[in-house]
């Protein structure tokens, strides 16, 4: 850098000319030995560097005024001007550490405030790290540690993070809730899976959101309650999952949806059938206790926790473990008051070793029929892939037939959504906040939380179908509310209705029809673009 005497005259010229001295201009003339302003652009682009390190000087008085002169000069102009390569190599807080070792011995809190405010902005590296160790081992209180806390969260040092915020939290008589989402979002992160014997940290994140009754920032609750659940399922059950499309192919299906919305407004007569793998596949998918079962035994988290809870080891053999575990998870699913037995560790013990021997009647399967081969295979491979005589002489038959198609499908998902989603919605979602509560008086932490998760992601994944079904029925198209349909048939098989089998018999007739009328009018010589065409529109 400068030595002082220039950068004295540099400071006092760049005041002097201010007005019409660039950002740039002023940089070359407390950077530079001799800095040359007439220079064009390509001969400023190789002579003028932006500096990584500001070496401000010290020995005297002098000294000081002037670097305090250079660093305002560095946080008004320089900064703003040149904001990424200041926030990488740390220019703000280069310019504090040298305002407090030398200008700023004894800051005020609300000086303190606003240092923190600004090291709020910057990246969680190491000199913004430093600088609020400072402010903490000099001045500590919760609000520095937990200012602490989040650089080291940022810094993806977890375990730092988790002893800031816990040692702030500890200082304060009220919570402090964006101190405490920072605190699950490190647990979450960290996620050992021993945050203390028996339990992991993602355990304990979920625990502490249970008994976290009245958040402010209800997104945010949201979103962490999420992630952890997410990152506390087995993987097996969240392959079962919507899957996620990519971009490109939602914009593909958007527009492909806006091609038939223009059609049906200029009364273009459509004969094939809605079909889309992808809006099928991306729709949300519910999950059945049938499933859960078959992973439930296999959760080593949830057999160490009921073993923990039942304080023995009798119930060990996958003969005897698992048929209980399954059956109090069907027991709790139609009764869950009989979740206040685990309150007292006697009754847990007695009512288990009951529960292998209780019986529960087992749902008669729907049948699907040609239904289940579509949604497996795609609806060409049910109809095939024959071109169609456009100018068929009963090629009105067919229109009509793909209409009354597409009218019975939209009423049959309008039945699913009514009688089938809404109810089985609402009970699951009394039953999540009946078990919530009985959750909080259990001291179980591992189990408690691992219970959760499950009937959570029940409940979830029944309101994102309502959510997503209701959208599909009140503001889309022929394309939307079909693709509902496909939906709805691949979620009845969940459901044992009467009703649905004589629906789904209904709609099987109404659907064999049209294959029959269709197949009539196959083309003996056809044209491949469109079968091209059909096939693009399954996607």
């Known amino acids: 850098m400068l030595v002082t005497k220039i950068l004295k005259l ?3 010229r760049i005041q002097k000319g201010k007005e019409h001295l660039s950002t740039q201009d002023k940089l070359m003339l407390v950077t530079m030995e001799s800095p040359d302003l007439s220079a064009n652009f390509l001969l400023r682009l190789f002579k003028v560097s932006l500096p990584k390190q500001w070496k401000f000087k010290h020995a005297d008085d002098e000294d000081i005024h002037y670097s305090k002169q250079l660093i305002e000069l560095i946080e008004t102009d320089f900064i703003p001007a040149y904001e990424f390569h200041a926030r990488k190599y740390a220019w703000y807080e280069q310019c504090l550490m040298y305002q407090l070792n030398f200008v700023v011995l004894k800051p005020s809190q609300q000086q303190i405030n606003g240092y923190l405010r ?3 902005q910057c990246l969680d590296q190491q000199p913004k790290i430093e600088l609020l160790h400072h402010f903490q081992q000099q001045y500590p209180s919760a609000q520095h540690a937990n200012a602490l806390a989040k650089s080291y969260a940022g810094a993806s040092e977890y375990t730092k993070a988790i002893e800031w915020y816990e040692w702030a939290a500890q200082q304060s008589s009220q919570v402090n809730e964006v101190a405490f989402f920072g605190y699950i979002e490190s647990l979450i992160h960290r996620n050992q899976l021993e945050y203390k014997p028996q339990m992991s940290d993602v355990e304990y994140a979920i625990h502490l959101l249970i008994q976290y009754l009245k958040p402010i920032d209800q997104k945010a ?6 992630a952890g659940v997410k990152s506390l399922l087995p993987d097996s059950i969240l392959k079962t999952r919507a899957v996620q499309t990519n971009i490109l192919a939602d914009v593909g299906r958007g527009l ?4 038939k919305s223009l059609n049906h407004i200029l009364k273009v007569k ?4 809605p079909f889309s793998k992808e809006v099928i596949a991306n729709a949300p998918k519910l999950l059945h206790s049938e499933i859960i079962l078959e992973h439930l035994a296999q959760n080593e988290a949830i057999r160490t926790a009921v073993q923990t809870l039942l304080k023995n080891n009798e119930l060990t053999t996958a003969i005897e473990f698992e048929p209980a575990l399954q059956q109090f998870w069907l027991s709790v699913q139609t009764e869950p008051e009989l979740l206040k037995r685990l309150i007292t560790p006697s009754q847990s013990k007695a009512w288990f070793e009951t529960l292998p021997n209780t019986h529960f009647q087992t749902k008669k399967p729907l049948n699907l029929a040609e239904f289940q081969l579509i949604l497996e295979h795609g609806l060409l491979n049910y109809l ?3 071109s169609l005589d456009k100018f068929h002489s009963e090629r009105n038959m067919l229109y009509a037939q793909r209409d009354m198609v597409v009218t019975e499908m939209t009423a049959f998902t309008s039945w699913f959504y009514q009688e089938c989603l809404q109810p089985y919605l609402y009970q699951q979602t009394a039953l999540f906040q009946q078990m919530k509560l009985i959750l909080l008086q259990l001291d179980n932490i591992a189990f408690t939380s691992q219970l959760f998760i499950y009937q959570y992601e029940i409940q979830q994944r029944a309101q994102d179908l309502s959510n997503w079904m209701k959208i599909k029925l009140e503001k889309g198209n022929d394309f ?3 693709n509902a349909a496909w939906v709805a048939l691949r979620e009845v098989a969940g459901f044992e209705s009467e009703m649905a ?6 709609l099987q007739n109404t659907l064999m029809q049209y294959k029959t009328i269709r197949n009539n009018q196959i083309l003996i010589s056809f044209d491949s673009k469109e079968i091209s065409d059909y096939k693009e529109d399954e996607k």
Do not use: H, M, P, T
């Not at 089998?501 to 209904?506: R, T, V």
């Open 256 to 259: 492909n949806s806006l091609g």
């Open 501 to 506: 089998q004589d629906k789904i018999n209904a």
């Open 480 to 482: 939307d509310r079909v």
């Open 270 to 273: 459509e004969f094939d059938l």
């Open 384 to 386: 095939g892939e024959e």
């Open 10 to 12: 540099r400071l006092s």
């Open 221 to 226: 609750y949201a979103k962490l309650l999420q």
């Open 118 to 120: 600004q090291l709020d």
